[in-house]
């Protein structure tokens, strides 16, 4: 089963390597890294080229900064994987990420799993589990996890799940993307994916290290701007489910 992933990347020459060591960490080891060097002005691009000159499952692709939806949306189009999954470039996995994934996409045949994170804020106050809003491990109602996506943001982000590739239309993507828009895109990118989906499951195991800066737009935003932060025509799209 051959785990492609999305890493779309700019300017983050400090945190890349670390990203890209749990990556290469991960005890399971058919996987496809796709990194996505959106336009990066800093150093993150030779970063990037120096690991896939090591190893040949990371492929680095640079293009003109077009913004994380599009970076994502050339990712997916890349891919060829059964599953795939996103992994922002400040981030990390736990090593046994992809092997417990892998495991749970075999034993349920599930379309969607979803996993809790550890969120490690950079300021020194104490790490917090983010994406553990439900009961218990299982699979989950499709229609009350889209309506938790439709009218909140306590399910928007890629990287809190893993995905069957087919669940992706890139032209589909290709009619949401709006330029604009600043916050919203994962759960623009996420509307068509869940309505796909026949079976989504949970698994109540922390496998993503999400960190927490100030200085991230992904990572740092006031939930009640987000009207703000999202073109209007993004709101038409969340309107259309």
């Known amino acids: 089963m051959l785990v492609d992933i999305v890493i779309p990347v700019y300017n983050g020459e400090q945190c890349l390597s670390g990203c890209l060591d ?9 996987w496809r890294a ?13 970063v990037a080229d120096a690991y896939a000159e090591k190893d040949s499952r990371f492929t680095v692709i640079h293009q003109c900064n077009e913004g994380q939806y599009y970076a994502r949306m050339r990712g997916i189009q890349e891919s060829e994987g059964e599953i795939l999954m996103f992994l922002d470039s400040d981030d990390r996995w736990i090593p ?18 979803m996993f809790p994170a ?15 809003g439900f009961k218990k ?45 600043r916050m919203g895109e994962d759960k623009i990118m996420q509307l068509p994916v869940f309505t796909e989906a026949r079976k989504i499951y949970y698994l109540d195991e922390c496998l993503y290290l999400y960190t927490y800066s100030a200085n991230s737009i992904s990572h740092h935003y006031d939930a009640s701007k987000i009207s703000t932060m999202m073109a ?6 969340v309107n259309r489910y």
Not at 22 to 30: I, K, R, W
Not at 151 to 157: E, K, Y
Not at 232 to 237: A, G, K, N, Q
């Open 118 to 132: 550890m969120v490690i804020p950079e300021d020194g106050h104490p790490a917090f589990k983010i994406g553990n």
């Open 137 to 181: 491990e299982g699979f989950l109602v499709k229609r009350d996890v889209c309506e938790v996506l439709l009218t909140s943001n306590d399910l928007n982000s890629l990287w809190l799940k893993a995905f069957k590739r087919g669940l992706f239309d890139v032209e589909e993507l290709k009619k949401t993307a709006h330029k604009k828009a």
């Open 22 to 30: 749990s990556v290469l960490g991960q005890s399971y080891h058919n």
């Open 232 to 237: 209007s025509e993004m709101f038409d799209e």
């Open 34 to 46: 796709i990194i996505i060097d959106d336009g990066s002005t800093d150093k993150s691009g030779a």
């Open 96 to 113: 046994e990420c992809l092997e417990k994934l892998t495991n749970t996409f075999a034993k349920h045949n599930a379309d969607i799993v």
